[in-house]
């Protein structure tokens, strides 16, 4: 991982994890610049990407601070299953099925909004739990808002995991429901067409920008998400 990208994750951890919180200061140039060894310009890469993202605000004379969080309250998640299936104590895998780089189509409203004139980098896969197959997923990526995705190498990570790792979200959708399995990925669950299957689509943003659209088919039984309410 380059330098500003180091900078940029660790200071983004901090925040989304509630050790920063709103109005808080963050350390000067200077002080990140001594901390990390580098140069003012990777700093300020680093601080610039993270203000553009939303999570910062530069004030001359004042510095920099942790922006005002959106008034919506996060109630789920967005779990990595990687993590998620070690946690069970079982071993993870993700098995790659397919990678292309298309436009997006004129005629579908949610590619033309993620793409943004740009093109989309679409992937298909199966995630397994000790080699027993749980989701088959089919998922989106800008590649205007992350153009370094196309280098990941998805045979060791899953597109998954490889965003939670590098491109934390601002915010996300979820969309929660029950389908039967379709046959063009039923056979790859190992189970009949019609099969009920719980249904998850997710979109994440960074800020304003769009980051990807997934959804992901779970064999029932398979996985369960879990939300935590606060009285916030």
Known sequence: MALHDRIRTEIEGQILSGTLQPGDKVPSELELM?????????????????????????RKRAGTVVAPRPTETMVLDV??????????????RFQLIGRDIRPPRPEDELDEGLARAGLLLFVRGVHSADD??????????????????????????????WL???????????RIGAVGAHP???????????TACLSIERKTWRGDERIT????????????????????
């Open 34 to 58: 001594a901390h990390y060894g580098c140069s003012r310009m990777t700093v300020s890469k680093a601080l610039t990407a993270l203000s553009g993202a939303g999570l910062l605000q530069r």
């Open 79 to 92: 779990p990595d299953l990687a993590v998620e299936i070690a946690r069970r104590g079982q071993a993870y």
């Open 132 to 161: 027993e197959p749980i989701a088959y997923e089919e998922r989106f990526i800008s590649l205007t808002a992350v153009p370094e995705i196309t280098e990941a190498d998805f045979s060791v990570e899953s597109p998954g995991s």
């Open 164 to 174: 939670l790792r590098h491109i934390p979200w601002t915010e996300a959708e979820n």
């Open 184 to 194: 063009d990925w039923a056979a790859r669950l190992n189970i009949a067409p019609g």
């Open 213 to 232: 659209l997934v959804r992901q088919k779970f064999v029932a039984g398979s996985f369960e998400l879990v939300a935590r309410f606060g009285a916030a």
